[in-house]
């Protein structure tokens, strides 16, 4: 434990910072995996739905720095793929 006033405060901003930063990315797994579950189970309307919440944690994750911006837009492309292809079976 720091005996310095300001490093107790890190210690403390940092613990703030690391449940936002874990909520953040962790929302964000969640919503590539719904996804890709939908997509899985061939529910167009399902699959379109989640694709824009996961769309949308994506970039906040990637607005905060916890995810490389190159890695959300391969993320995004992919998911966007994976939709795609199931539009094109149903047809």
């Not at 890695?71 to 939709?83: F, V």
């Amino acid at each position: 434990m720091p005996n310095i006033k300001s490093a107790k405060k890190r210690v403390r901003s940092n613990a703030k910072k690391e449940t936002v930063n874990t909520r953040i990315t962790s929302s964000m797994r969640t919503a590539i995996k719904n996804v890709e579950k939908s997509a899985k189970a061939g529910n167009k309307e399902e699959t379109a739905k989640y694709l824009n919440t996961a769309v949308q944690r994506i970039d906040k994750a990637a607005k905060s720095g916890l995810v490389h911006k190159n890695k959300a837009a391969r993320l995004k492309s992919r998911l966007t793929k994976l939709k795609n292809d199931v539009e094109k079976e149903e047809k």
